[in-house]
């Protein structure tokens, strides 16, 4: 059905869309086939384009994305935190589904003794906290590029865009890297893979913020920043670690056993 005003807000209409909510001037009445057909298996299955563009900027482009993202250029992303929780749940299922298929579940939760009452509480965190523990990365990486990148003139929020993007692409990797050990293989085999997987990790990162930076400053001059920031990176980790741990214990440390995500 055509109509002269949006049936959502009210607004005249003067395009294919309202130019006041965005809803369709065209709406069509809802019929038994179009419920089935439109409604429900369109709505079910028809995933936003925008997640797969966003992704596969992440993957192949995520300094320059993230700048894009920030000068404006926004219709073809979709909101990249959204996608970094989706994202998360997605790695944990995988990273579930091999265990399972591994028959790994059981031996873990048969296996899982712990050293003291400490050690238990900081399992627990990790298990319970996952998305924030993850989502730290983000405000972290954001002060230090902050600081470390200042010819951009990019303010701090900006910056959080940038590790926002970088992280994305850090879980997608994660999550299928998750999809390969689901195939068993062979123990030494799988430690090899793990290692390119932890490299591959840390060239990312790096790719991530030259691809942001990169135009900026001299090779030496983003070598050595990228450097730095991972430096700082460790050094945030590392106090954080020390105020759980501290936490925990009542400021007594003593030995502890750390297993971050099982």
């Known amino acids: 059905m055509t109509n002269t005003n949006c049936l959502n807000c009210g607004k005249v209409l003067t395009?294919?869309?309202?130019?006041?909510?965005?809803?369709?001037?065209d709406?069509?009445?809802?019929?038994f086939k179009n419920f089935i057909f439109h409604d429900v298996l369109h709505g079910t299955f028809h995933l936003d384009r925008g997640i797969l563009f966003t992704a596969k900027q992440a993957l192949m482009r995520p300094g320059q994305a993230a700048l894009d993202y920030i000068a404006g250029k926004r219709k073809?992303?979709?909101?990249?935190?959204?996608?970094?929780?989706?994202?998360?749940?997605?790695?944990?299922?995988?990273?579930?589904?091999?265990?399972?298929?591994?028959?790994?579940?059981?031996?873990?939760?048969?296996?899982?003794?712990?050293?003291?009452e400490a050690s238990r509480k900081i399992d627990e965190l990790f298990d319970q906290k996952n998305k924030i523990i993850i989502f730290l990365?983000?405000?972290?990486?954001?002060?230090?590029s902050f600081i470390l990148f200042k010819r951009?003139?990019?303010?701090?929020s900006e910056h959080a865009i940038i590790a926002g993007m970088i992280?994305?692409?850090?879980?997608l990797i994660s999550t299928f890297s998750n999809i390969l050990f689901w195939f068993k293989p062979i123990q030494y085999i799988g430690l090899v893979i793990s290692l390119l997987i932890i490299a591959l990790i840390l060239f990312y990162i790096c790719?991530?913020?030259?691809?942001?930076?990169?135009?900026?400053?001299?090779k030496l001059g983003i070598t050595y920043r990228i450097a730095l920031f991972f430096l700082l990176i460790g050094i945030e980790i590392l106090i954080l670690t020390w105020?759980?741990?501290?936490?925990?214990?009542?400021?007594?440390?003593?030995?502890?056993?750390i297993t971050p995500f099982g």
């Open 76 to 116: 073809p992303f979709y909101n990249v935190f959204y996608l970094i929780l989706i994202t998360i749940g997605l790695m944990l299922f995988t990273r579930h589904i091999g265990d399972s298929l591994n028959n790994q579940d059981e031996t873990i939760t048969q296996s899982k003794e712990y050293i003291n």
């Open 207 to 218: 790719f991530g913020y030259f691809n942001a930076f990169g135009e900026e400053y001299s």
């Open 137 to 144: 990365f983000v405000p972290f990486a954001a002060l230090n």
């Open 152 to 156: 951009k003139k990019l303010n701090l």
């Open 15 to 25: 395009d294919k869309f309202c130019s006041g909510c965005g809803q369709k001037a």
């Open 243 to 257: 105020i759980l741990v501290g936490f925990v214990t009542n400021w007594k440390f003593g030995e502890i056993q």
């Open 27 to 31: 709406t069509h009445r809802i019929t």
């Open 167 to 171: 992280l994305l692409g850090v879980l």
